[in-house]
């Protein structure tokens, strides 16, 4: 009733009203009934009801004021409580990032009393329960959280951090499982915390195995604990160490053995020992120090393999992340071999790979992995396994902005300069490599700038060209892809060496290798646009010609890339208009690609042909062909691209106009 009264229409004020009357006076007739008044006393008065109308509407109207007073009241009180609680909320995270969870407790709690339905409030002092490790209390809050918003995606995500804490794993897989319904776009997220499930729960099935193994006598699992026991003696010689270390590791033969390494505090034998320590970490190394940084690495290779929890804690040991780039570079050749070893043991898997772009900075490895190409023996390729799989990640691709253009670049132009003298598989790995990072927008630029890089490029060009080797003819190909991928950017350095490049291009067109030719091709259509003196260069050297025998050969890669080639010649160069007129008679080659079910060819063969109309007698060639009715159906509405449609209908046009009787 009382919402009826503030509609704007004034029949249902009056309706209500009528409403509210009536049941004032059947109020007034129940309270004269229970009087139980013998005495009739009624004065019959024929204006009653008219005041009586006017003081219930007073009354509704006092009523309505009242409440109004009642509500701004409580939404002053609230915006006070409000204030309040967000002092008391910034006071307790003040707490919680210096490391005191109970005075951030106390303070979000206080903020609650203030405001009892404000959610972060409850997410805030969940956080400070897990710190606590008091995790039945942090799942209460959130469940309170939830109730404030639904949808809360923290209470979910540290909803599933305590019940993983208490061993209930199903619990907080269905809490993350929550996080992807409620927001898709969180996916890895989710992915990130169902991979800590699932390892936690692993590692606790591996601990339970392990136990079980250690009370049934097995001597492997005995083993470990006694070498680990005698590891742990002070004051020994470094070789006695070594020796252990190598006993162990030939003892590690599964994930029992890997489970009992790091039950029995195997990952603390650097920080408890400080002979292990000083021989790891030293700077220059000896001979006998130089066995036990190589009997480590072996260990925890062996330890590590297809283990997630003990790759993590071995990656989260303070030495061993101080210590892993500078073993990475070393000068000695064992060392770094074993290095690259137990690298791949990280990279060779997605899981591994995260931890290893999460737990290390990875600034300086480009630099350092991609200098292993100049080695003549294994460690080039496994340097180029690695990179291979850490350029799958996109937080490694970041990492690599840092020192691009002063670390990497150079190092790298270096090393296609001396083509000859590096290892040539790696080397076209590498370039592969490079290749790829150029998906990232911000290393493709910087590659693209890069004069240093194009002047490497270009020498390097000419020391493959006189080399019929594969392994010569491998970095050729893999130079030219990595060149198709820097020329999608558009600067004056581009520019300035598009002559250089289109010239290199031409003369890779009479190659035997049918890949490094029609590479050469996607290059010239990519490198000619960016320079008209590039394009009078290339048609003088025939390439309209060439262009048209390539089509006749086919390959919707190599025709794709020859029709734009084309394309770019004939949309400004006469003389390559003239040039096709005369390669193509009766335009029999470009007439065929109309027909092609490929809307890139179909497109850059309508503009060709468009461009050429123009050159005397073209148009009339065509007049026994079926030229018209290809045209037609391509502008009319056959092709899906609105560029292929444009293209053809102006070809039309022109065709009409250079020939009348079109």
């Known amino acids: 009733l009382l919402q009826s009264l503030n ?79 967000n002092a008391l909320k910034e006071k307790g995270n003040d707490a919680f990032r210096k490391g005191d969870y109970v005075g951030a407790v106390e303070r979000y709690t206080e903020g609650l009393e203030k405001l009892k339905n404000k959610q972060e409030l409850y997410t805030n002092r969940a956080q400070a329960y897990l710190k606590m490790q008091e995790y039945e209390k942090a799942i209460g809050d959130c469940e309170w959280a939830l109730k404030c918003n639904i949808k809360c995606i923290k209470a979910y995500f540290l909803m599933g951090k305590a019940h993983l804490a208490l061993k209930h794993y199903s619990e907080s897989r269905q809490c993350y499982e929550k996080i992807l319904q409620i927001d898709p776009q969180k996916e890895g997220l989710f992915k990130d915390c169902m991979n800590e499930v699932n390892t936690e729960e692993a590692r606790m099935k591996d601990e339970e195995c392990a136990m079980r193994d250690v009370q049934s006598g097995k001597l492997t699992a005995l083993s470990v604990k006694e070498l680990l026991q005698r ?74 393999a297809g283990n997630e929890e003990n790759q993590r804690l071995l990656l989260t040991h303070p030495d061993v992340n101080a210590q892993l780039p500078q073993l990475l570079s070393s000068k000695v050749l064992e060392i770094q071999k074993e290095t690259l070893a137990l690298i791949s043991v990280y990279t060779e898997n997605e899981k591994g790979r995260r931890l290893l772009v999460r737990h290390q900075d990875l600034t300086r490895w480009l630099q350092i992995l991609m200098a292993l190409v100049r ?5 080039a390729c496994s340097a180029m396994n690695v990179l291979s799989d850490l350029i799958q990640e996109e937080r490694f691709k970041t990492q690599c902005h840092v020192l691009l253009s002063t670390g990497v670049l150079p190092l790298f132009a270096q090393l296609l300069i001396s083509v000859k003298q590096v290892n040539q598989a790696a080397l076209a790995r590498c370039i592969g490599i490079m290749g790829s990072l150029c998906t990232d927008p911000v290393i493709r630029a910087q590659m693209a700038e890069c004069r240093e890089c194009w002047q490497a490029c270009l020498k390097f060009m000419d020391e493959c060209s006189d080399v019929s080797a594969p392994k010569y003819q491998e970095c050729l190909f893999a130079a030219l892809g990595l060149m198709m991928n820097l020329l999608l950017e558009s600067n004056v350095i581009i520019q300035e060496f598009a002559v250089d490049i289109s010239g290199r291009c031409m003369c890779l067109l009479g190659d035997k290798d049918g ?74 080659v470009l007439l065929k690609l109309l027909e092609s079910e490929n809307e890139m060819i179909v497109g850059n063969a309508a503009f060709c042909l468009g461009q050429c109309l123009a050159v005397p007698g073209a148009a009339t060639s065509l007049m026994d062909s079926n030229v018209v009715m290809l045209l037609l159906k391509h502008a009319g509405g056959d092709a899906t691209r609105t560029s292929v449609q444009e293209n053809a209908a102006i070809a039309l046009g022109k065709l009409c106009i250079a020939e009348p009787r079109y």
Do not use: H
């Not at 996607?522 to 490198?527: A, D, H, I």
């Not at 390539?550 to 394309?567: H, P, R, V």
């Open 7 to 85: 509609s704007s229409d004034p029949a249902v004020k009056e309706q209500v009203i009528a409403e509210i009357e009536e049941r004032l006076r059947e109020e007034e007739r129940s309270k004269e009934e229970e009087s139980k008044t013998t005495v009739n006393r009624t004065v019959i008065n024929t204006q009653a009801s008219g005041r009586e109308f006017s003081l219930s509407v007073g009354a509704v109207y006092g009523f309505l004021a009242v409440l109004e007073k009642d509500a701004k009241e409580r939404a002053e009180r609230r915006k006070r409580n409000e204030q309040l609680a």
């Open 231 to 304: 590891l742990g003696r002070p004051d020994q010689n470094i070789s006695y160490y070594t020796g252990g270390i190598q006993l162990l590791t030939g003892v590690v033969r599964d994930r029992t053995e890997q489970t009992l390494f790091r039950t029995n505090n195997g990952f603390s034998i650097l920080k408890d020992n400080e002979t292990l320590r000083r021989g790891f970490c030293a700077e220059r190394k000896d001979a006998a120090q130089v066995d036990l940084c190589v009997a480590l690495l072996l260990l925890w290779q062996a330890v590590c």
């Open 375 to 379: 080695s003549s023996d294994a460690r």
């Open 515 to 588: 890949r490094i030719v029609t590479r050469a091709i996607g290059v010239l259509s990519r490198v000619l646009p960016a320079s008209s003196s590039a394009v009078d260069e290339v048609v003088k050297g025939g390439v309209v010609k060439k262009m048209i025998r390539f089509l006749k050969a086919g390959g919707e890669i190599t025709s794709n890339y020859t029709l734009k080639t084309l394309s770019v010649c004939t949309r400004s160069n006469q003389q390559a208009q003239e040039d096709l007129v005369k390669s193509d008679k009766k335009f029999r």
